[in-house]
């Protein structure tokens, strides 16, 4: 890990081993790609497209794809699918980023003050960890969700809340090996603080698994959004998610199968796209893992 | 073996404390809290529900709230549903059986298939098969159960028409075939995941065993490969996948609730569903309460087993 990060400092980053272990990992590359075409069509698809997003046209209600204008086709009210895919390809994304974000900020606090400071601290955290992984992620998600104010921002935290864990383990498990090492001691015997040693001298050479974990949440946190919010406990309309507008497609099953199956399709695409990046990451930055 | 259990046993009424405190603190998060029942009725008013505070004891410290609430819990008095007024455990265990159904049978098909593709892929390592085994369970990782259910159900259902759409079984029809009939759908669409999961570490499992001496010693007695595989590989590589099966639990609870929803099976999922949308908060508490208990359980019978079958666990 150390041998990593020193190197990469030296050279220039797209020389790395790192960065070229990557580029031969030809599915993360694939998801690389496959996000950054969703992202952009995300950002500029709702300028580029004719119809709005909340625009309702009830004579061209239940339009199956390639219905003139309408690439995608339309829902129950008419609104064009395609217009209000990428619309709610923004919100799931952000949602999911952020939920990364807030996540991964919980997960590292826990794991490094529970791997450096270890005893009771340590066990305490740990112990509440596995508290959490014992609940099945969507009961407890769906309690909180019902119970809290709807907002995005809300559903964000809620997800974020139940999904810190993983990162929290992975940190712990990280630090508490590091700890040990020499050059800890050698912070400890030049007087450093024990902030400064956890988040500057140890904190940087556990960013490998770090950023691997982080990468898998995105794909967790994009899931589990569209979970609530199929169920009718996430995002709220009008705002569109992808998860919220498969909320009421099984009943149209029959007639209108591409409002369940375009919706899913996206979502597929961008958590298997994650899934892939943090897998070449995982092998790019050398981190050991299980294979979850 | 008895200082292992000990300690295991210690470890587990840690976690269920913990767990009942995580509980507590979410029961609190609920607007209106445990009188929520009562903040809906328009005949009460704020006098009435300070009364009933004072009554049901919500006005003392929190702490003495939680002991109170954590020895009802643990006397078995989970509380009475909103909607009929059935004690939360009647309620929950009525739904017991329908769930544990779904999950036995989608269990059974993730570790048969999951086992297979595992030690396929280990003892072919790096062909095509690997290789389309290994994408192919990160594509199934990312798949939302919902929505798999849905296309499954457009398709064998609405296009095919061989199986049913929904329900456990037609009215007027409770023979057993009427009921894995309409069980296949659901139980292969939860399983998906699982046999993703589960083939991934049974790869690695056989891989680890395959590399041990023991093997090695059986192939110098000049040992079949498929005697070895059959007799001294995958029964070692199965042990540590119970302590998986333990683990998976949550995430098996997860996938059940999504998919007795799209497939309206009458489970514990979509009793906590239909009491989230009725408010009613006491099943929701029970159900969430129920669920965390049954996997501290299961991780710990899990482990009891494995140290059961392999001393050299419960001799370290």
């Known amino acids: ?218 794909a967790r946190a994009i899931l589990m959004e569209a979970y609530i919010s199929f169920l009718g406990y996430g995002i709220q309309p009008p705002l569109p998610s992808w998860g919220n507008m498969l909320n009421g497609a099984q009943q149209y099953l029959g007639t209108a199968p591409w409002l369940a199956i375009i919706p899913g399709a996206a979502i597929t695409i961008a958590v298997t796209s994650f899934n892939f990046i943090g897998d070449g990451l995982r092998d790019a930055l050398d981190v050991r893992g299980d294979h979850s | 073996m008895r200082g292992f259990l000990l300690n295991r046993l210690s470890q587990s009424l840690v976690l269920l404390l913990i767990v009942s405190v995580i509980g507590f603190v979410v029961l609190n998060l609920i607007p209106g809290g445990p009188l929520a029942q009562f903040g809906l009725d328009p005949s009460m008013t704020q006098d009435d529900l300070n009364r009933l505070k004072e009554q049901l004891g919500l006005n003392r410290p929190l702490w003495m709230q939680y002991l109170d609430w954590a020895w009802r819990l643990v006397q078995g008095d989970w509380g009475h549903s909103f909607r009929d007024g059935a004690p939360v455990l009647d309620v929950i265990g009525r739904h017991l059986v329908a769930t544990l159904l779904l999950m036995g049978s989608s269990t059974v098909i993730a570790i048969a298939v999951g086992t297979w593709i595992g030690i396929r892929g280990a003892t072919h390592r790096y062909s095509v098969f690997d290789y389309l085994a290994t994408v192919g369970a990160m594509v199934a990782l990312s798949i939302p159960t919902f929505w798999f259910g849905l296309v499954g159900i457009y398709v064998f259902s609405l296009r095919l028409g061989w199986l049913p759409a929904g329900n456990m079984y037609t009215i007027g029809d409770g023979s057993v075939l009427n009921h894995i009939h309409h069980l296949i759908m659901p139980s292969i669409v939860l399983a998906l995941v699982h046999v993703a999961i589960w083939s991934r570490y049974m790869r690695t499992a056989t891989l680890d065993v395959i590399s041990q001496e023991f093997v090695k010693t059986a192939r110098a007695k000049g040992l079949s490969e498929r005697r070895i595989l059959m007799k001294h590989v995958v029964g070692n590589a199965l042990l540590p996948m119970i302590t998986l099966a333990g683990m998976q639990l949550p995430s098996v609870l997860t996938g059940a609730l999504v998919t007795e929803t799209v497939f309206t099976w009458p489970g514990m999922g979509r009793l906590f569903l239909d009491s989230l949308g009725y408010s009613d908060y006491p099943v929701v508490m029970g159900l969430l309460m129920f669920s965390a208990i049954l996997v501290v359980l299961c991780n710990l019978i899990a482990d009891i087993v494995v140290a059961i079958i392999d001393p050299r666990i419960r001799l370290s």
């Open chain 1, 1 to 218: 890990m150390t041998a990593i990060v020193a190197n990469s400092r030296q050279e220039r980053w797209w020389n790395s081993r790192t960065a070229h272990r990557f580029m031969n990992h030809h599915l993360a590359l694939l998801g690389m790609v496959m996000i950054a075409i969703l992202t952009l069509a995300c950002v500029l698809g709702p300028y580029v497209l004719p119809y709005d997003s909340l625009y309702i046209d009830l004579r061209a209600r239940f339009a199956p794809p390639f219905t003139g204008h309408h690439y995608m086709g339309t829902d129950p009210l008419g609104r064009d699918l395609a217009a209000r895919l990428f619309m709610a390809g923004r919100v799931s994304l952000l949602v999911g980023f952020s939920a990364m974000l807030l996540s991964t900020l919980i997960g590292t606090l826990v794991g490094v003050l529970a791997g450096y400071r270890g005893g009771w601290i340590g066990t305490t955290l740990m112990r509440t960890v596995d508290g959490f992984l014992s609940f099945p992620s969507i009961f407890l998600v769906l309690a909180l969700a019902a119970a809290l104010k709807p907002s995005p921002m809300m559903i964000t935290v809620v997800i974020a809340a139940t999904s810190w864990m993983e990162v929290a383990r992975i940190v712990e498990a990280e630090v508490r090996s590091l700890r040990e090492r020499e050059f800890v001691q050698a912070g400890r015997m030049l007087g450093l603080s024990g902030t400064h040693i956890m988040f500057r001298e140890i904190l940087p050479n556990a960013v490998g698994p770090i950023i691997v974990a982080a990468t898998l949440t995105v």
